[in-house]
């Protein structure tokens, strides 16, 4: 044998070994005994799912139909007037997994005679009949040729399947799902749906576009329809993926926010430990029957999207497996089922996801338990805040966004007549100073103002240091102040001794870089401590961050640069940018920068490539100062320095 052939059967033989999950029963755990699907397409062996059936009904005898194992979609068997224990039997044969056992079988030279099968005796295959679907040995094989009616048919010797000098096939005709017994022979093009002669006859006889099977499916591998349904399968499962992450770091989260509660509530214990006692043990009941609660609907919700993503996961290997290894009609077929199923899935998740929220837990003690007087009745409130997911879950819910090419447009205006201004978003909020007002101010996205706080000073950018927090810098005073961005109150005050602050981003290790002019300097969080400072070329009013480990800052009038620690990654410079001010990054990595004196926007890569230059008069502001996008969105704040606007704008 050449060598060419031997690895074309080496290639061959793996790829059918590659495809050993998809022939794998996930409940007994073994290779497949009569394959039948369920609605969600997960296949499981006829007795398996039987006995998982029965015994489903045995725990539950008021319902009327049973959960997929796997993905716990629940099946209706509502109307059916058979037993349960005959249910599996009237389940759909999954000719395509069907089809690879029988062809994994062949190529490791394993298949026997099916005809001898019937009369209880072993004989290895030697041929191979695409119509029958059936292996026969030497005898059977010219039984089988001798009769008129199958003499026609196609029979490949299994020496040739398993060298794959045949263009193998394992099957040339496909089953009706509505008719068992009868061949798949025409493709309704009308309704998208494959057809025996029968179905074609009864179900179909009006429609205009009725075509052969052969010619709906030709070279449906490689159409735009399976390459963009595969595409689709990978995004969603990418975007399944993710909120099954968040809601683990929910879990996480609320379990650490948890624990420091605790601690809390540990140390006002030891400051009054008689009176004490009996409250704690109230809180503690409170919040462990609210965490419970909780955690049931979070590990719901993550087992939901996790069954999500077995189905999609299942739905993509089953198709790559047919484009692999399947027939062009199995492919189409497949290509049809899932796209059904995968669009039904996809207002399923929408849907559900809507309904998601994020939640936190949050400890408040009441004036009462500061002062500890006797008529202390509590620990304080114990509060649960639930966050919507459709902002954070975008990928999943919203179509695909192209931020390079997409159309930049505003949608409406937060506020105006605040004069200098810098807006974030925080909690489905704009939050943002006000020069003209020396006061930073929270507005809802449509615009209506929820609370201000006076700070005395001019204060000139606000940042975000966590869930809960935002941090605001005052020029002419040379501070920092926290604000509790929740209850809108001010926590403390940073006094920055010989430390001029224009702009300023929280970074790691609980740090802030302050800009102002020609100079960045990183300090702690804490106590407001210089750590080092760095020089730049100018121009450095606003700075910003990517990932919290670098910092990006204007560095010249015309330039802008990205550092992480000592290494400078780019210096981007531009004739068409003057005066660089604020900068935002979406959730793609792609850089904002507002030219001040250009009047326009840059939008440049991660690595300082220019992708295009966007006017100001875009996002209707004449002297734009500062840019801020939403996590995971395509909406983002502009504001004017002029007019002192905040707009909401967005890219499609």
């Known amino acids: 044998m050449s060598k060419s052939k031997k690895l074309k059967m080496a290639t061959t033989s793996k790829e059918i070994e590659n495809f050993d999950d998809l022939l794998t029963c996930s409940i007994c755990l073994e290779t497949f005994k009569v394959p039948k699907y369920l609605p969600c397409l997960h296949t499981f062996c006829e007795t398996c799912i039987d006995t998982y059936i029965v015994s489903s009904k045995e725990k539950d005898n008021t319902s009327e ?64 009949c695409t119509t029958c679907q059936e292996a026969f040995c030497g005898q059977c094989e010219e039984y089988h040729k001798s009769f008129k009616i ?23 005709a496909l089953s009706c799902e509505d008719h068992a017994d009868k061949i798949v022979e025409v493709f309704c093009v009308d309704h998208s749906k494959p057809c025996c002669t029968l179905c074609a006859t009864l179900t179909h006889r009006k429609c205009e576009n009725v075509i052969s099977i052969q010619n709906a499916a030709i070279d449906i591998k490689q159409s735009n329809q399976t390459n963009e349904l595969v595409r689709k399968l990978k995004e969603k499962c990418k975007g399944i993926n993710e909120i099954v992450q968040n809601q683990k770091q929910n879990l996480d989260s609320i379990q650490t926010q948890y624990e420091n509660i605790l601690q809390e509530i540990s140390k006002l214990k030891e400051r009054a430990i008689e009176h004490l006692n009996k409250i704690e043990e109230q809180i503690q009941i409170e919040m462990s029957s609210s965490k419970t609660q909780v955690d049931l609907k979070l590990t719901d919700e993550v087992d939901t999207f996790s069954n999500y993503k077995s189905m999609v996961n299942n739905w993509e290997r089953m198709l790559i497996g047919t484009i692999r290894s399947g027939s062009e009609q199995q492919c189409l077929l497949e290509v049809n089922k899932i796209g059904l199923k995968f669009t039904a899935l996809e207002e399923e998740m929408n849907e559900a996801v809507k309904r998601m929220k ?24 114990f509060k649960i805040r639930e966050e919507f997911l459709e902002r954070t879950c975008n990928a999943v819910v919203k179509r695909t966004l192209n ?63 966590d869930q809960s927090k935002v941090a605001i810098s005052l020029f ?5 102040l926290i604000v509790d961005s929740v209850e809108f109150k ?61 910092y990006i800052y204007g560095d010249g009038e015309n ?56 006017p100001s008069d875009t996002v209707g502001v004449q002297s734009p100062w500062t840019i801020c996008f939403a996590r995971n969105d395509n909406t983002f704040l502009v504001t004017c320095n002029m007019f002192g606007k905040v707009l909401l704008c967005q890219i499609d």
């Open 403 to 465: 931020f390079r090419t997409g159309v930049v447009k505003v949608v409406r205006t937060i506020a105006d007549h605040l004069g200098q201004a810098s807006a974030i978003f925080v909690h489905d909020c704009v939050v943002t100073t006000s020069g003209n007002k020396k006061a930073l101010e929270k507005y809802s996205m449509r615009g209506r103002l929820l609370a201000s706080i006076p700070v005395g000073h001019l204060p000139t950018d606000v940042t975000r240091v």
């Open 490 to 550: 001010l926590l403390r005050k940073l006094h920055l001794q010989d430390i001029s602050v224009f702009g300023l981003c929280y970074v790691q290790n609980d740090q802030f870089v302050v800009s102002c002019s020609s100079t960045l300097t990183l300090i702690n969080s804490s106590l407001g401590q210089k750590i080092k400072e760095k020089t730049t070329r100018g121009s450095s009013y606003f700075v910003s961050t990517s990932d919290k480990k670098d």
């Open 150 to 172: 199958t003499s026609k048919h196609t029979v490949i010797n299994v020496k040739k399947i398993q060298s794959d000098q045949s263009g193998f096939q394992i099957t040339g």
């Open 559 to 614: 330039s802008v640069s990205r550092v992480t620690g000592n290494t400078t990654r780019f210096t981007y410079t531009s004739s068409r940018l003057s005066d660089p001010r604020g900068i935002g990054i979406d959730f793609e990595g792609n850089i904002y920068i507002v030219g001040y004196g250009s009047k326009n926007i840059h939008q440049i890569s991660n690595d300082g490539e220019l992708i295009r230059v966007i």
């Open 476 to 480: 002419q005073s040379n501070k920092v």
């Open 65 to 128: 139909g049973f959960k997929c194992p796997v993905c716990r979609i629940f099946i209706s068997c509502k109307g059916t007037q058979e037993k349960p224990e005959n249910w599996a039997s009237k389940l759909p044969m999954n000719h395509f997994v069907t089809s690879m056992l029988d062809k994994r079988a062949i190529q490791r030279s394993e298949k026997m005679c099916n005809s001898c099968h019937v009369k209880n005796k072993t004989k290895e295959a030697v041929s191979w």
């Open 358 to 381: 994020y939640v936190s837990f949050r400890f408040v003690p009441t004036d009462h338990m500061k002062t500890f007087t006797s008529i202390t009745k509590s620990f304080g409130s």
